[in-house]
């Protein structure tokens, strides 16, 4: 009888029968679940996920620390970077961070590396001057550059609150190297 009082329940509150309440819940179930995997740090989500990501020495730091859980391994100051040492910070080599640079900080933007490692959408910014390009929304390799010359108040409204969000999400680990030429023409090729 308590059965049937909670599928009479079920309907009533949903206007579906339980069968349907049933299979609409453990679909949204496996969607928050499919979601919420997506901000995971890789070695939480599955170890053979993380055997690409990290270095051998570093896996086994990791097992010499049982239960302990290391989402990512802590940011290295680089102090002051040339944009060519800057470069070498891409995300093609594992053993090290992901670095880009905003408005002369570089930040460590490992944590993001479905996003900014090789296969991910901007990876084009990796260890590049991104501040050009994220004021003018823009994938166009010449626009990877600190020039800030010709940018109008909207775009460096939008450059401040990339910046913003960078300060928030990503640790702050150098800054780049003053040089004593504008860096417009650089492509970075």
């Given at each position: 009888?308590?059965?049937?009082?909670?599928?009479?329940?079920?309907?009533?509150?949903?206007?579906?029968?339980?069968?349907?309440?049933?299979?609409?819940?453990a679909?949204?179930?496996?969607?928050?679940?499919?979601v919420?995997?997506?901000?995971?740090?890789?070695?939480?989500?599955?170890p053979?996920?993380?055997?690409?990501?990290?270095?051998?020495?570093?896996?086994?730091?990791?097992?010499?620390?049982?239960?302990?859980?290391?989402?990512?391994?802590?940011?290295?100051?680089?102090?002051?970077?040339?944009?060519?040492?800057?470069?070498?910070?891409?995300?093609?080599?594992?053993?090290?961070?992901?670095?880009?640079?905003?408005?002369?900080?570089v930040?460590?933007?490992?944590?993001?590396?479905?996003f900014?490692?090789?296969?991910?959408?901007?990876?084009?910014?990796?260890g590049?001057?991104?501040?050009?390009?994220?004021?003018?929304?823009?994938?166009?390799?010449?626009?990877?550059?600190?020039?800030?010359?010709g940018?109008?108040?909207?775009?460096?409204?939008?450059?401040?609150?990339?910046?913003?969000k960078?300060?928030?999400?990503?640790?702050t680990?150098?800054?780049?190297?003053?040089?004593?030429a504008?860096?417009?023409?650089?492509?970075?090729a």
């Amino acid at each position: 009888m308590a059965e049937k009082g909670i599928a009479e329940a079920v309907q009533a509150y949903t206007g579906l029968s339980p069968a349907a309440a049933v299979t609409i819940l453990a679909l949204m179930l496996a969607t928050y679940l499919l979601v919420s995997s997506l901000f995971v740090a890789p070695d939480a989500a599955s170890p053979a996920l993380a055997a690409p990501l990290n270095p051998p020495q570093q896996r086994q730091e990791q097992q010499e620390e049982p239960g302990a859980f290391m989402p990512y391994p802590d940011p290295v100051q680089v102090g002051e970077i040339t944009l060519e040492q800057l470069a070498a910070y891409d995300g093609k080599d594992p053993a090290k961070p992901i670095l880009i640079a905003i408005r002369g900080q570089v930040y460590d933007v490992s944590r993001g590396r479905l996003f900014y490692g090789p296969q991910g959408p901007y990876s084009l910014f990796a260890g590049r001057d991104a501040t050009r390009a994220l004021a003018l929304m823009s994938f166009d390799p010449i626009d990877l550059t600190g020039d800030l010359e010709g940018l109008g108040p909207d775009e460096l409204e939008v450059l401040q609150d990339w910046e913003d969000k960078f300060k928030e999400r990503y640790p702050t680990v150098g800054h780049l190297a003053s040089e004593n030429a504008t860096d417009g023409n650089h492509s970075g090729a």
